[in-house]
């Protein structure tokens, strides 16, 4: 067996090269690179099908590349990814908890599996954190959707990961509590210095909260920058004319 080498501690969150992932004539994901600095938010937007999925599950080392690489805090996916996850964490209010489990017994497993010092206290201070404490005790399956939004946050924050792969965060949440989310996360990054990665489909949420957007079209990627960046390039007033222009194939102003 091959020896490992501890990864750079200085290693950028994610690195990307030239990640690729085929389905027989089908490419979902095209030589996809960019970099993730540590303490960063980037963005990842495309419609549906642009590849966000496929990018996220093989960053997650959910899925093997066809092609290319993905590196997490230094740790090759597709080989090494147990030592990334360790310090990295996932939310999607569209991958469903066990129904019949508690939000309490959810958070428990969550905590065991990334070996959570003190379970029990990091759950009590989630819950007060995310208002989950009328919620705990619930069967997951009998949450509504905003609900289910903010225990799958809750689960992937149970490790302080230092990664966060977000899929919608602030799906089926009321304008107010979503934003509370939003407000929650920037806090969080800035105290814990944590990265993440952002994919969704609310502009003004990816404007407000990422410094760098990565926009997606059938699997390639086909501009990037800063928000201000692209409102510029684009001679527009918001992200989401950008995106319909990126999407509709329009030329840049």
């Known amino acids: 067996m091959p020896m490992r080498h501890a990864p750079d501690p200085a290693a950028p969150a ?4 030239g990640l690729t992932k085929r389905y027989g004539e089908v490419v979902a994901v095209d030589s996809l690179s960019f970099t993730l600095p540590r303490g960063a938010t980037f963005g990842l937007l495309g419609g549906n099908g642009a590849g966000k999925s496929t990018t996220i599950a093989m960053l997650l080392g959910l899925l093997i590349p066809s092609a ?7 740790h090759d996916m597709a080989r090494d990814r147990f030592a990334a996850l360790a310090r990295a964490n996932f939310s999607s209010p569209y991958i469903a908890l066990p129904h019949r489990l508690s939000v ?3 958070l428990k497993v969550y905590a065991h599996l990334y070996d959570v010092p003190e379970p029990r206290a990091r759950i009590a201070e989630l819950a007060e954190q995310l208002s989950l404490d009328d ?7 009998e949450l509504s959707a905003g609900q289910k939004t903010r225990v799958a946050l809750a689960k992937s924050l ?8 977000l899929d919608e965060p602030t799906a089926s949440l009321d304008p107010d509590t979503a934003d509370w989310v939003r407000s929650w996360l920037e806090r969080y990054r800035a105290e814990s210095g944590c990265a993440i990665l952002l994919a969704s489909h609310n502009m003004a949420e990816v404007e407000r909260l990422c410094g760098h957007v990565l926009m997606l079209k059938r699997g390639r990627l ?15 007033d918001d992200l989401e004319e950008v995106f319909l222009d990126i999407a509709r194939g329009r030329r840049t102003g």
């Open 104 to 106: 309490r017994e959810n």
């Open 158 to 165: 149970i490790n302080r990961p230092d990664v966060l792969l």
């Open 222 to 236: 086909v501009d990037s920058g800063a928000p201000a960046e692209l409102l510029e390039r684009y001679g527009r």
């Open 135 to 141: 919620l705990l005790d619930r069967p997951a399956g």
């Open 68 to 74: 290319g690489s993905a590196r997490v805090l230094g």
């Open 14 to 17: 994610i690195a990307a090269e």
